[in-house]
């Protein structure tokens, strides 16, 4: 049974239809994975609750379910199954249980299962195409469940098991996905067999994590868009951004923790939002880049997340301790001054340096205290408050960062960066033709604190490598160093189009250059698609580059736990309201009002005008009712209201739109 639907004001209506339009457009346009409504039910045939009569209204109608998309329940629940089957199947070595993509994010792995009828040791063998067997050996055990990382793409995989009493079995997986791009082009290759050291690179402009191997070949990547910064973690995962919208266009809600299976371990939410990078301190914590809340910049935020609990312990706002030094550094509405894009943790000065990619320098500011110790940039872009700070730089060949990334202090006290060669300072848009002589470095410097001087010990790059944004030098396993351009314009660019700019041209690869610990090049791909960052690792010894470096010989079976939503502030209030209150709704408009919800996160998805005021109710059957303000008139929407605070249950979504009640014909469900 319907309700008929009742008149609605032409400024609601306007509003009404403005927001759904643009809802659906943003679920289109962006590909959003969410269900946002998963097909229409009859809601009285499964609900089981106990039901008051008087709320009976809200079972007997039609109504959609909004599914609560829960990444972390829905893996666990697959890995349970999985062992599930695989002791009722009760696999040996001659018929082992095999599943490729076992945690569907992560296309080219596989799991396989198999049984001994004593403890001992196994040695897998991933085959090569070009003579470059992985070989891996995993633990003693009876009960074998083998993670199998570096699979190829649309190809049927050969990998070899051997048991330590010497039996073995071959077998083929096949894999029928491959990344959405292309494999790199090999410039120059010294390496033979890396047996599973990759080039691990992300990117919000093509396919968002990606390894390649040194033939160029996609080793492994994943189909949901964990993009910007990674950080290899001492546990052997990767912290990668979190594929949720940030409070604002170039932040994420948050970081990620996962394997290379792709199973989620832990999602951090950032009340800022995640910006560039991130890093681990030795005691598990995370520095993470942000912006703050209500603080009028953005990307010059910096906060350490407990590593357990997800609540900010430390934070630092460079906006505030620069203004200490010069109130009047800043021109008013300057938002994106900072723009910090890397952070690295100096334990033997006990400071954090920070690439400001907007100063065109790099800062050193004390961890206890945040003072600034030290900025290597040029003086014209600091007021003369700074003099005492700056870094200057001597001799014929000194260069100083502009536009920089990938900060990195080394072991004897040298800084490291990406130098992209390139004035952010005060941005505008310039054209690409003004661009054809600039040139990038990855650059290693020589600092004395003392005398605040610093020269340059060692460069590469050049035009042929300028990078207008992005980019990386990182530091990898026995001395060897990864450069990349990642945002480097490809000889297709028209440097004379006047409608070329920095902003406007799409013809952009990335070159990917290994240096052994000689400064020999032994291996040079070129990408086509842009990198972000790059760092080479082994993809089953990712701890061999974390900041406290391990080497593991012996692979463990693969085991994990429910992954954990960690968020650093209180769930939204609520009003409980009467029963009365409550029924009040039930003669509502009937309104399809587009909204989504995951790990307990509720969201509008489209706009609505300044002066509107939109407040949510959950109504459940059994006569409970809760209301949240979503919007006050005069304020901006919340990017989302967390129900965590909500028993756990069915609930019928109400909105009320400057005070008319409409039922958006949907309910959610609680866990």
């Known amino acids: 049974m319907k309700k008929e639907k009742n008149r609605v004001n032409k400024k609601q209506k306007l509003y009404i239809i403005i927001a759904s339009s643009l809802a659906i457009i943003v679920i289109v346009t962006s590909g959003i994975l969410w269900l946002v409504q998963s097909g229409k039910i009859n809601a009285n045939k499964d609900y089981k609750e106990p039901l008051n009569k008087n709320f009976s209204f809200l079972v007997e109608n039609e109504s959609i379910e909004l599914k609560n998309d829960n990444i972390f329940t829905g893996q666990y629940e ?10 009722n199947k009760k696999s040996t070595l001659s018929d082992p249980y095999v599943v490729t993509n076992p945690f569907l994010i992560s296309p080219q792995t596989a799991l396989i299962m198999f049984n001994t009828t004593k403890k001992e040791k196994v040695t897998v063998t991933i085959k090569g195409k070009h003579n470059d ?18 699979l190829y793409g649309k190809y049927t995989n050969k990998v070899i098991l051997t048991t330590e009493s010497g039996e073995k079995k071959e077998i083929d997986i096949k894999i029928d996905d491959f990344a959405p791009t292309e494999n790199a082009e090999v410039l120059e290759n010294k390496i033979e067999n890396s047996n599973g050291e990759f080039y691990f690179g992300t990117s919000s402009l093509g396919t968002g994590n990606i390894a390649l191997d040194n033939y160029g070949e996609i080793r492994w990547w994943l189909n949901i868009g964990y993009t910007k910064g990674m950080t290899m973690l001492q546990n052997g995962h990767i912290l990668l951004s979190n594929a949720d919208n940030g409070p604002d266009l170039t932040s994420t809600s948050g970081v990620v923790e996962l394997d290379m299976l792709g199973y989620v371990h832990k999602n951090y939410e950032i009340e800022g939002g995640y910006h560039h990078d991130g890093y681990e301190l030795e005691n598990g914590n995370l ?14 935020y910096v906060v350490e997340v407990d590593r357990n609990t997800g609540k900010v312990v430390k934070d ?6 620069a203004l200490k030094v010069d109130p009047d550094l800043l021109e008013p509405g300057e938002i994106t001054w900072g723009w910090i894009n890397s952070v690295f943790y100096d334990k033997n000065t006990d400071s954090l340096i920070l690439s400001l990619r907007n100063q065109n320098s790099v800062v050193a500011i004390d961890y206890q205290t945040g003072n600034i110790k030290w900025i290597l940039g040029e003086e014209k872009y600091w007021s003369s408050k700074f003099k005492d700070y700056l870094i200057k730089g001597i001799g014929d060949d000194f260069i100083y960062p502009q536009g920089q990334h990938s900060v990195n202090i080394l072991s004897d006290g040298r800084l490291s960066i990406f130098n992209n060669g390139y004035n952010a300072y005060k941005e505008e848009t310039v054209s690409c033709k003004s661009l054809k002589n600039n040139a990038s470095y ?19 790059g050049g035009k ?3 990078s207008y944004a992005l980019s990386s030098f990182t530091y990898s396993t026995n001395g060897h160093r990864v450069f990349n351009s990642g945002w480097h314009f490809t000889d297709k660019v028209n440097y004379e189009d006047p409608a070329c700019t920095q902003f406007s041209n799409d013809k952009y690869d990335a070159y990917i250059i290994d240096f052994d610990e000689n400064n020999n090049i032994v291996n040079k791909l070129k990408s086509p698609e842009s990198k972000f960052e790059v760092v080479k690792a082994n993809i089953y010894n990712l701890e061999s580059v974390s900041v406290k470096p391990k080497t593991i010989n012996v692979v463990s079976n693969y085991k994990t736990e429910l992954g954990k939503y960690l968020i650093p502030y209180e769930p939204d209030k609520y009003e409980e309201l009467s029963e009365s209150e409550a029924l009040e709704f039930k003669n ?3 309104q399809e009002i587009v909204f989504e919800i995951h790990n307990n996160k509720f969201s509008f998805v489209g706009y609505y005008p300044k002066d509107t005021s939109v407040n949510v109710t959950f109504i459940s059957p059994r006569g409970k009712a809760y209301k949240y303000v979503l919007k006050e008139s005069g304020q901006d929407i919340k990017d989302f209201i967390n129900l965590s605070k909500l028993k756990s249950g069915r609930y019928y979504v109400f909105a009320e739109i400057d005070g008319e009640k409409y039922n958006i014909g949907n309910y959610i469900d609680i866990q």
């Open 78 to 87: 697959i890995y349970q199954k999985l062992l599930k089957e695989f002791k």
């Open 133 to 150: 067997d992985l070989t891996v050996n995993f633990e003693s055990s009876k009960e074998h469940i083998l993670p199998i990382y570096g």
């Open 287 to 300: 520095i993470i880049l942000t912006s703050k809340r209500g603080g009028g910049s953005l990307a010059d």
């Open 316 to 321: 630092w706002s460079l906006k505030d301790i």
């Open 442 to 460: 990855a650059m290693v410097y020589s600092l004395d604190l003392n005398n605040k001087t610093a020269k340059v010990d060692w460069k590469f």
């Open 464 to 466: 042929e490598y300028f």
């Open 588 to 590: 509502s408009i009937n």
